[in-house]
């Protein structure tokens, strides 16, 4: 399985920014898939995760501002951010497992694969 983040950048506090992350190298379908995030002298946390079934979970600090979601027909993932903030800044990564699971898991570790990473900057 291979995962591969885009559409990271610089924006302003208040905008908004779609992240994409490709998969390839097995059936899409089945996947638990996951955005984390790794800030500056911090720990790597979680963000959102999404079940193929369509079922979600979100950090408390982003909940209401990022959806997470998938486009089966393109095999890929999406994080839709909105109202970022300064603190939002940081490294995003996707990850994926296949799992059987009834929620997204909010560990690292239950991650099987993983993207490269992609940079969100919001200036305030």
């Known amino acids: 399985v291979q995962l591969a983040e885009s559409g990271g950048g610089l924006v302003q506090a208040g905008d908004s920014l779609r992240l994409s992350c490709a998969f390839s190298?097995?059936?899409?379908?089945?996947?638990?898939f996951g955005w984390f995030r790794q800030a500056p002298g911090k720990e790597r946390e979680f963000v959102g995760g999404?079940?193929?079934?369509?079922?979600?979970r979100y950090a408390g600090s982003v909940k209401g501002r990022f959806t997470v979601s998938i486009d089966n027909a393109k095999d890929t993932l999406y994080l839709q951010m909105n109202s970022l903030k300064f603190e939002d800044t940081a490294v995003y990564y996707c990850?994926?497992?296949?799992?059987?699971?009834?929620?997204?898991?909010?560990?690292?570790?239950?991650?099987?694969?993983w993207g490269q990473g992609t940079q969100v900057t919001v200036s305030s």
């Open positions: 999404i079940l193929w079934t369509g079922t979600t």
């Open positions: 990850a994926a497992h296949k799992r059987s699971t009834v929620l997204p898991s909010t560990k690292e570790v239950d991650y099987d694969y």
């Open positions: 190298g097995r059936t899409f379908s089945s996947y638990t």
